[in-house]
């Protein structure tokens, strides 16, 4: 058995970690429509919830605008009442067999509050990492008293997993900081 076997096991783990903070801070609005802002809102259809994206193409042919092309005329009526619940502060206009939604113009306030939120999901995905990283040096520190590991291989895992946690917190840190600009 060697450490390699635990830090391997983790990096995957990490880069899901990474790539679900990805998709969460697509969802952020920034200065720029963004189909992601709403492809995931739940429609309620014919009794079955659906995401946005699976009933409608979702375009943004200006900064402030995007467009909701259904597939089908009889999804207007749910889409519609789905984004004036949702809380999001878009205006919508049925325009013949789409929508149209309105963005209204990022205010200090709030791009500070977009600003709280980003380092609130990038803490959660730093503790993820942190708790993931704490279960396989429980695991690593097992091995090593059932005589699995000898004590340099237990301190080389604890280096290797020291290091993969910098390396995705340099990561979440890059992200966060891409996204602030884009923000303010």
């Given at each position: 058995m060697s450490y390699k076997e635990?830090?391997?096991r983790l990096k995957p783990e990490f880069e899901k970690?990474?790539?679900?903070?990805?998709?969460e801070l697509a969802k952020i609005r920034?200065?720029?429509?963004?189909?992601?802002?709403?492809?995931?809102?739940?429609?309620?259809?014919?009794?079955?919830?659906?995401?946005?994206?699976?009933?409608?193409?979702?375009?943004?042919?200006?900064?402030?605008?995007?467009?909701?092309?259904?597939?089908?005329?009889?999804y207007i009526e749910p889409i519609e009442k789905s984004i004036s619940q949702s809380g999001l502060g878009m205006s919508c206009a049925v325009d013949k067999n789409l929508l149209?939604?309105?963005?209204?113009?990022?205010?200090?306030e709030?791009?500070?509050s977009l600003a709280k939120l980003l380092s609130e999901k990038s803490e959660?995905?730093?503790e993820t990492m942190r708790k993931l990283r704490d279960e396989s040096w429980s695991k690593i520190q097992q091995a090593q008293r059932e005589k699995k590991l000898t004590e340099d291989d237990k301190f080389k895992g604890k280096e290797e997993l020291q290091k993969l946690i910098d390396e995705y917190s340099k990561k979440i840190k890059d992200l966060v900081s891409k996204k602030e600009g884009e923000i303010t």
């Open positions: 635990f830090t391997d970690s990474f790539k679900f903070l990805e998709s920034t200065s720029r429509a963004s189909p992601a802002l709403i492809e995931d809102l739940e429609v309620d259809c014919f009794g079955s919830k659906y995401s946005l994206k699976q009933l409608a193409a979702i375009s943004s042919p200006q900064p402030n605008q995007l467009v909701i092309q259904p597939w089908d005329n009889s149209r939604l309105s963005l209204p113009l990022l205010t200090e709030y791009r500070k959660q995905a730093r």
